[in-house]
């Protein structure tokens, strides 16, 4: 399957051209945020942290934030600093332009206030804007695709309707020589002895393990009940009455290729070794698209039974849901309506290859509704607390 | 549209496809239940009796155990079933 999309010097393929404006800290995230906003076209993400954070906490913003810059949807970066903040503007524009990439920087501080960094800001992106209007699709095999797998606002028929079609999906992107992301930790929970088994590599095997098992343990060192958050309120009204069973429904998404490997959140899927992963996200469905987009997706499907609106400033998200309640009610928000294999009877197989069709369609530009309706939630996931 | 799903064979509870009322009987898998209780839509129903600490299964796999006995056509929920896992409140 051939598919057309944006060649990036670096020899990934983007479906998307954006021209991205990077805050590194929360203090730098309004001026970016006026900046993007003078140049038509630009986006910029709302940076909540990268300062006073330590550690493994810091190095994951700053992870996150360059994961962002070199996702192949991504066609120029504009990194826009503080100066005193936690991670530097210099060293992002530098790890970036690795890429080949254009990346300019600014600094707050260097240029002396909001007004001219702002200026400055548009100076530097209004000629990547123009240079990146001339660039042209080129045709490309559908594997150079890294699509990442979403779960929110579950309810049973996720585990009945949706999630078996994206995996269909998911199963077919793989067979094409892609790969998929199965994300969300904290929903393996129950789930996990069925996903371990598919693993191909003892280590990666064991990693994986060890991740759903931290993230239990984190509950348990607590001393709370992870009940407290998982299932939320509306997957219970909706009928999900434990953490295993929406787990046991959410894997079903990652239909029933082998997996490759066990990634950190926003750690880069390995182009050279395509196929199914796993990625160490919250259950929290911003921070875990986030976290896969910063790993290189260029496409993500995010399956729903009680209805969202999340998108992503990047990466197009397909939304698609089991209820067909849930559908009639979101029209707005809702791609694909699985929920006809259990209102009208559709087979699965029918409904996947739907999916596999308007996930090539998106890929050769079609918006979706997420898109139409300039959806563009951002959120990283913390490690522990700010200092 | 059928009433209910059973997805596997080991389970113990099956999905509601449509709403179910109190006194309906449905049928599953050739075998008729009497529901016990109203049922909302996808919501679960048992297809056999559950004592007290008893496990529950969906998708042939443990979903949590019973806090009640569960009697066949019992809607089975938050209510009478609960998490066996990440369950620091039980170290406290």
């Known amino acids: ?387 | 549209m059928n009433a209910a799903l059973h997805i596997n064979e080991k389970d113990n509870v099956v999905t509601c496809l449509r709403a179910l009322k109190k006194g309906e009987v449905i049928e599953v898998d050739g075998r008729s239940y009497t529901v016990n209780m109203d049922i909302p839509r996808f919501h679960k129903v048992a297809t056999a009796a559950i004592a007290k600490g008893g496990m529950c299964y969906k998708y042939g796999e443990v979903i949590g155990d019973a806090t009640q006995d569960i009697a066949p056509g019992d809607h089975v929920h938050v209510h009478n079933i609960e998490s066996t896992r990440g369950r620091g409140d039980k170290r406290r």
């Not at chain 1, 929970?189 to 280590?203: K, M, T």
Request: charged content about 20%; proline content about 5%.
């Open chain 1, 1 to 387: 399957m051939k598919i057309k999309a944006y060649r990036r010097p670096d020899g990934l393929y983007g479906i998307r051209n954006h021209l991205l404006v990077i805050p590194t800290s929360v203090c730098a995230a309004d001026t970016a945020a006026k900046i993007a906003a003078l140049v038509p076209g630009a986006v910029s993400i709302p940076n909540q942290h990268g300062c006073c954070q330590i550690g493994s906490d810091l190095a994951l913003t700053q992870k996150t934030i360059v994961g962002f810059g070199k996702n192949p949807n991504v066609g120029a970066v504009l990194v826009v600093g503080l100066g005193c903040d936690g991670i530097q503007a210099r060293n992002v524009a530098a790890e970036l332009r690795e890429t080949g990439k254009p990346v300019e920087f600014v600094v707050i501080q260097e240029c002396g206030g909001t007004l001219k960094t702002i200026a400055r800001g548009a100076e530097l992106m209004a000629p990547m804007a123009r240079d990146l209007s001339t660039q042209e699709r080129v045709e490309c095999d559908m594997g150079e695709i890294v699509m990442g797998l979403e779960c929110g606002g579950s309810d049973p028929t996720s585990g009945i309707a949706s999630n078996p079609t994206i995996g269909y999906a998911s199963n077919k992107l793989i067979a094409e020589g892609g790969s998929s992301i199965l994300s969300e930790t904290t929903e393996v929970i129950g789930a996990e002895h069925l996903i371990a088994a598919r693993f191909e590599d003892p280590a990666q095997r064991d990693k994986f393990l060890a991740q759903v098992k931290s993230v239990e343990d984190r509950a348990i060192a607590m001393g709370e009940d992870l009940r407290s958050g998982q299932p939320t309120p509306g997957n219970k009204e909706g009928g999900l009455s434990t953490i295993e069973e929406k787990s046991l429904g959410c894997m079903y998404k990652a239909g029933t290729a082998p997996f490759k490997g066990a990634l950190d959140y926003a750690e880069i899927v390995p182009p050279e070794k395509r196929g199914m992963y796993f990625m160490d996200t919250p259950g929290q469905d911003i921070d875990s698209i986030t976290g896969m987009v910063a790993g290189g997706a260029q496409l993500v499907i995010f399956s729903t039974g009680r209805g969202t609106p999340t998108g992503s400033p990047i990466t197009p998200v397909i939304k698609i849901t089991g209820n067909p309640d849930t559908y009639a009610k979101m029209p707005d928000n809702l791609d694909v309506n699985a929920g006809r294999i259990i209102s009208d009877g559709a087979r699965l197989e029918e409904i996947g290859e739907e999916v596999f069709g308007l996930m090539v369609d998106v890929c050769n530009g079609r918006q979706t509704k997420a898109e139409s309706l300039g959806h563009h939630e951002f959120g990283i996931y913390k490690l522990t607390g700010t200092f």
